[in-house]
């Protein structure tokens, strides 16, 4: 069950609560609808499985649905996330096609009288084009589009132009070449959700266990779909200079988001690279989806490794320093936002292999690092990434845009 608002009182204190009502108070049973295309899996789903009933607490009348795709459109819009994010595509008509087509059939039985539509991602970017537009759109856009595959950003942008507000994630990410008004609101994590909640010593043991994952060596873990942009080959890469001088424990949890059709050939080329590691124990792979098992990693690693290449906000991180468990993170996109390197994390190129596993070890060797760190990251999240901040945003939002 969700929590309702005032349940956050105590974390984010009173002044927060009053003022998300306040804001709500002229949106008083304005219908929103929130679509994107997928209920689990991935930080979006993570996002609107909070914001959507919090809204409806506050009063605003808000909906939730998910784009129905294919295994094939889910296949082509993956090829478009990763050319988002400055991959290679081959951007064909036929692929153009079916990323149309099955927007358009969605149309055919989505009604929509809504007061706000707010779309989430590429997937569903172009159902604007398939709907009499009678209320305001946000395209509200998760990916890294700081140096999008061109061609495919020259594409997408021909439904963008049509929204009425685009919502990134940082700062960096906005377009130059887009001229729709852009915004920059920052993801959040719900400290009160079975993922971030306080758990005890025992039902973290206890879920460790039924994983079985042991705690007779420091642990070493990155918690992320089974992704190339999250780089978990240089994870284990990672893993074996650090190993060379402590012996300690990875564990790689990645669950299988319904949108995201790699995440099984990704998962077989790290078990294949990692087999030897895997069999003496030392390496970990997961691919269950349990809430409370990455509640019980984040609090029971030594550190939280995230070796993202590209990353649109890196929900984790904003989890791990909830948690005050020390962050190695890669200095890219919105991680950066998050972690002041030295003071509440760290941060470290993306492909210094070499510097991550320095970081890591020297955490590992100076455990008092971990707890200064710990508790500035803990602070950073309450201040600026938690979902009542964001709450209030979509609410000053929503308020501009509704009469
Ligand atoms: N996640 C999870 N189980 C996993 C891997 C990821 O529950 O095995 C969650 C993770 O805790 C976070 C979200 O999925 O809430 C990932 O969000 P993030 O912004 O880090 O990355 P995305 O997947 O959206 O690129």
């Known amino acids: 069950m969700r929590q309702p608002l005032e349940n956050y009182r105590e974390i984010v204190g009173d002044e927060v609560i009053a003022e998300i009502h306040r804001k709500a108070r002229k949106l008083y049973g304005k219908h929103i609808l929130h679509i994107n295309s997928t209920y689990y899996g991935g930080g979006v789903a993570e996002i609107l499985s909070c914001l959507v009933p919090l809204m409806n607490d506050v009063g605003v009348e808000a909906d939730w649905r998910i784009l129905h795709g294919t295994p094939d459109f889910f296949m082509i819009t993956k090829k478009f996330h990763n050319a988002l994010q400055g991959g290679e595509i081959n951007l064909t008509e036929i692929k153009k096609q079916l990323y149309l087509q099955i927007n358009e059939c969605f149309s055919t039985f989505c009604h929509i009288n809504h007061d706000c539509v707010i779309i989430h991602d590429p997937q569903p970017l172009p ?4 709907y009499k537009k009678r209320q305001p759109w946000v395209w509200r856009c998760h990916v890294d589009l700081s140096s999008p595959n061109e061609e495919l950003w020259e594409f997408l942008k021909n439904f963008t132009l049509r929204y009425d507000v685009v919502v990134v994630s940082s700062e960096k990410f906005k377009k130059r070449d887009l001229p ?89 080329r790290v078990r294949r690279k990692a087999k030897r590691l895997i069999e003496k124990k030392d390496v970990i792979l997961i691919t269950s989806e349990n809430n409370i098992l990455v509640n019980a990693l984040q609090r029971s690693s030594a550190v939280i490794i995230q070796k993202s290449i590209k990353e649109g906000f890196g929900l984790t991180v904003t ?36 510097g991550f596993a320095d970081r890591i070890i020297s955490i590992l060797q100076n455990p008092e690092i971990a707890e200064k760190t710990g508790k500035a990251g803990k602070e950073v999240v309450r201040r600026n990434f938690l979902i009542t901040k964001l709450l209030s945003d979509y609410l000053d939002l929503l308020n501009d845009l509704i009469e």
């Not at 790689?252 to 077989?268: F, S, V």
């Not at 190129?349 to 070499?354: A, G």
Request: net charge neutral; aromatic share 8%; with cysteine.
């Open 127 to 130: 159902l604007i084009k398939f």
């Open 180 to 268: 729709v008004e852009q915004r920059v609101i920052h993801p959040a994590i719900d400290p009160l959700s079975p993922k971030n909640m306080e758990i005890s010593d025992r039902i973290i043991s206890k879920y460790l266990k039924k994983f079985r994952i042991p705690l007779d060596k420091p642990l070493i873990t990155q918690i992320s779909r089974f992704d190339k942009w999250k780089d978990p080959e240089g994870v284990i890469e990672v893993f074996k200079l650090v190993r060379k001088e402590i012996d300690c424990r990875l564990v790689l949890c990645g669950n299988m988001a319904a949108d995201d059709p790699e995440g099984y050939q990704i998962y077989e």
């Open 319 to 354: 989890e791990a320093l909830w948690k005050g468990t020390p962050v190695v993170a890669s200095n890219v996109g919105g991680i950066s936002l998050q972690i002041k390197d030295g003071e509440n994390g760290f941060l470290v190129d993306p492909y210094d292999t070499r």
